[in-house]
C-alpha cells in the first residue's frame, strides 16, 4: 500500500478504491483485500484503523500503531478535531459554498446530527441529456464533512438532488452510465483527500495529502481545473 506518513506510532494510505478497511457482515462475501490486513502484512506488525472510509471511497485513511495512539486519535475525531477534505463530483450546479445540516438515521433508527460544508471549485455542462435538458450538469466541490456518519457525504448531497456520479447506493444511476460513457472514468467520485490534526504525543500539526487518483484527474478538463490547484 501506498504510505502517505509514518512515524512511529502512526501510519496513513491512500486507500484504493474498492478495498474495504477491515471484515465486516455487509459484505460477507468479501474474504481478501482489507486495508488492516495489508498494511499489517506490509509493516509486519498489529496496525489499528482510527477510522473508516466507505468502500468504493478512495483516500488518505490513518492507523494507530498501538492502543493508545489509537484512542487518544479516535478522541480527537469524536470531538471533531481532525479537519477532513474530500473531493466529489456531484450532479447539477451547486451554490458556491453551503452548509448541509441535516441528522441521518442510523440502522437501528436511532437519529444522529450530522453536518457537511462544501465549498464548489467548478461547474461542468456536458453534451448529452440524461433528462428533459439537452445537457447535463455537474459540480466539481471540496467538502468538509463535520460530523462522520456513515454514507454522511453520499447522504447529505442525495437529500439535496446533487447526487454523488458514481454513487449506486444513493445516487442517480441514469446519470452514473451517462457520465462514465462520456468520461471513460469509472467508480464512486469522492475521494478522501487530506486530514489535518495534532499529533497526541507532541502537539505538532500534522498535514497527511492523498494524490487525486486517475478517475478524478481524467475529468478535471471538464471543469478547466488543473492538477496543481489541489
Keep these: 500500500m501506498n504510505i502517505l506518513y509514518q512515524d512511529t506510532e502512526i501510519v496513513a494510505v491512500d486507500k484504493l478504491s474498492g478495498m474495504l478497511v477491515h471484515r465486516t457482515s455487509i459484505a460477507s462475501?468479501?474474504?481478501?483485500?482489507?486495508?488492516?490486513?495489508?498494511?499489517?502484512?506490509?509493516?509486519?506488525?498489529?496496525?489499528?484503523?482510527?477510522?473508516?472510509?466507505?468502500?468504493?471511497?478512495?483516500?488518505?485513511?490513518?492507523?494507530?500503531?498501538?492502543?493508545?495512539?489509537?484512542?487518544?486519535?479516535?478522541?480527537?475525531?469524536?470531538?471533531?478535531?481532525?479537519?477532513?477534505?474530500?473531493?466529489?463530483?456531484?450532479?447539477?450546479?451547486?451554490?458556491?459554498?453551503?452548509?448541509?445540516?441535516?441528522?441521518?438515521?442510523?440502522?437501528?433508527?436511532?437519529?444522529q446530527e450530522a453536518v457537511t460544508r462544501y465549498e464548489t471549485l467548478g461547474h461542468a455542462e456536458l453534451p448529452y441529456s440524461t433528462s428533459k435538458f439537452p445537457t447535463s450538469r455537474y459540480s466539481l466541490v471540496k467538502v468538509f464533512p463535520e460530523t462522520g456518519r456513515m454514507h454522511q457525504i453520499r447522504r447529505h448531497f442525495a437529500k439535496e438532488r446533487n447526487y454523488l456520479l458514481g454513487d449506486t447506493t444513493h445516487g442517480d444511476l441514469k446519470q452514473n452510465k451517462a457520465f462514465s460513457d462520456y468520461t471513460s472514468s469509472e467508480g464512486l467520485m469522492l475521494h478522501a483527500l487530506s486530514l489535518e490534526f495534532k499529533h497526541p504525543r507532541n502537539n505538532e500539526?500534522?498535514?497527511?495529502?492523498?494524490?487525486?487518483?486517475?478517475?478524478?484527474?481524467?475529468?478535471?478538463?471538464?471543469?478547466?481545473?488543473?492538477?496543481?490547484?489541489f
Design 29 to 111: 462475501d468479501v474474504t481478501e483485500n482489507f486495508a488492516v490486513q495489508e498494511l499489517r502484512d506490509q509493516l509486519g506488525q498489529k496496525v489499528n484503523p482510527v477510522h473508516r472510509i466507505d468502500r468504493p471511497t478512495s483516500g488518505v485513511l490513518l492507523f494507530g500503531l498501538n492502543s493508545e495512539i489509537t484512542s487518544l486519535l479516535k478522541k480527537q475525531f469524536d470531538e471533531h478535531l481532525i479537519r477532513k477534505t474530500y473531493i466529489a463530483i456531484v450532479r447539477g450546479f451547486c451554490e458556491k459554498s453551503a452548509v448541509i445540516d441535516h441528522p441521518l438515521k442510523k440502522e437501528n433508527g436511532n437519529i
Design 205 to 229: 500539526q500534522i498535514s497527511i495529502k492523498a494524490d487525486l487518483p486517475e478517475r478524478f484527474l481524467t475529468c478535471l478538463k471538464y471543469f478547466d481545473i488543473q492538477e496543481a490547484e
